[in-house]
């Protein structure tokens, strides 16, 4: 790096970058470029080519929330942690998501296979009163909810479809599953949503 690239603070070079100097953007990425890498290696097994291709998606994900994502505050090494941090956890959700263990030890027992069905009922039952206690909800929350939870939407698609900002998003949601949880809890679930 040369010596007149360091003068320049963080929040220069965001400007600098946002005004199309990409070089600004690679100083940036030099700077901080150890970070992500540590940031990576510790969410990952040490498989060389994954943290490969989780820090060019990462790379390509700064470079889209830089454009217009972070406000000029002195704080940028914070936020960037903040950025990576976020996306290794989505991108560990995602590969986790369809995941889950299936024990075929318990298909052995017969009392077993009973219980299972009662718990299905129960479960199907549950379901029916979460549909109607979103039902019950203003038209609004209720279309977030439905979005959310069956469509399987992230915020950010929610936000773009619907049109409103992905924060309000997140706080309109978070209102809604306050108010299911109640709903849910008077009809006398003790653990509330599914």
Not at 66 to 93: D, I, P, Q, T
Request: overall charge negative.
């Amino acid at each position: 790096m040369e010596d007149n690239e360091r003068i320049f603070p963080d929040d220069k070079l965001v400007s600098m970058f946002r005004n199309g100097d990409s070089h600004a953007f690679e100083i940036l990425l030099s700077r901080y470029d150890e970070c992500i890498m540590r940031a990576i290696r510790k969410s990952t097994i040490n498989n060389n080519d994954s943290v490969e291709d989780l820090y060019q998606e990462i790379v390509t994900h700064l470079y889209e929330k830089l454009k217009c994502v972070y406000k000029a505050n002195g704080h940028f090494g914070a936020w960037l942690n903040c950025v990576v941090g976020n996306f290794l956890c989505s991108v560990y959700r995602k590969k986790h998501q369809d995941c889950l263990p299936l024990k075929l030890d318990i298909l052995k027992d017969d009392d077993c296979l009973v219980d299972n069905y009662i718990s299905a009922e129960r479960r199907e039952r549950k379901f029916e009163d979460l549909k109607e206690a979103v039902e019950g909800l203003s038209e609004e929350l209720g279309r977030l909810v439905k979005m959310k939870i069956w469509e399987g939407m992230t915020y950010q698609e929610i936000s773009e479809q619907t049109g409103i900002n992905r924060s309000t998003v997140v706080k309109r949601l978070k209102s809604a599953y306050q108010e299911l949880e109640k709903r849910m809890i008077a009809k006398g679930y003790d653990d509330a949503l599914i």
